[in-house]
């Protein structure tokens, strides 16, 4: 199983997953470079696979079923253009062309449908689960997202993460004002700084290196507890307490 970045907009990827002739691509937010690549590449598409409604995952979807009507697995509770296979979570999605299966993860919290697709060492999460951040809580709960990110640490720790934005950079900064002295920070951010000053994607991440870096993945570490509680400036218990404190600064930076 090959998986290869799709470049669209601003700082969504598209990712392909792919052998010599056939491709997946999730959340096709945008046909023109997709359908540029598949060109390219002389690969032929045979399934797209959805996290989310938003337009950045889902605007190609038209334009790319027009051509060939093939499979689009999606989000069963939210409204997704061309949706063929209705998703609730703990399904699993077999796309016989690559042999290649993958479990869908009921994922709320971004939107309240929110799925991730999890197979062969890779997770697809959409905008659940971000290099050093989170996705924000358009839809759902504190809670829920909570979860969902539970449900995400749970997985092997040399799980590939595939997020669907280049948010890495931006989301260091944050990381790293809740944990200044997090040496895994450091690191990351060095690796970072090579990725992007040579133009490539920070994606895929190792889980484990997001387990060491990502504030949002630490909720129960003394240190990020302790953080988020200086912001308030009031106690707040690890878990989801210091959770939904981090998220809401966040959404203030
Ligand atoms: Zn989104
Ligand atoms: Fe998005």
Avoid at 108 to 123: E, K, N, Q, S
Wanted: aromatic share 8%.
């Amino acid at each position: 199983m090959k998986v290869t970045a799709i470049p669209a907009f601003r700082d969504n990827y598209v990712w392909a997953i792919h052998d010599d002739r056939s491709a997946i691509l999730v959340d096709p937010g945008e046909a023109a470079p997709i359908l540029a690549w598949l060109e390219t590449q002389q690969l032929h598409p045979v399934a797209i696979l959805v996290t989310h409604h938003h337009a950045d995952h889902v605007g190609g979807i038209r334009e790319i079923t027009a051509r060939q009507a093939i499979p689009v697995y999606a989000p069963g509770n939210e409204a997704i253009f061309g949706r063929t296979h209705p998703l609730l979570g703990g399904e699993t999605v077999v796309i016989a062309e690559l042999g290649l299966a993958f479990q869908v993860l009921a994922t709320p919290g971004h939107t309240l449908g929110h799925l991730g697709y999890f197979g062969h060492g890779a997770l697809f999460c959409g905008d659940t689960l971000f290099s050093c951040g989170c996705g924000r809580l358009f839809e759902g709960t504190p809670a829920q997202m909570h979860a969902s990110l539970s449900r995400i640490k749970a997985l092997p720790a040399d799980t590939l993460i595939y997020c669907a934005h280049e948010y890495t950079r931006a989301n260091l900064d944050f990381a790293l004002a809740v944990e200044p002295d997090n040496p895994a920070l450091h690191k990351r951010l060095e690796e970072v700084r090579e990725l992007r000053g040579q133009g490539k994607p920070t994606l895929p991440v190792s889980l484990s290196t997001e387990l060491a870096c990502n504030p949002f993945l630490r909720c129960d570490e003394p240190s990020v507890a302790a953080a988020a509680a200086r912001h308030a400036n009031h106690p707040i218990q690890p878990g989801l307490a210091t959770f939904a404190t981090l998220r809401a600064w966040k959404d203030e930076c």
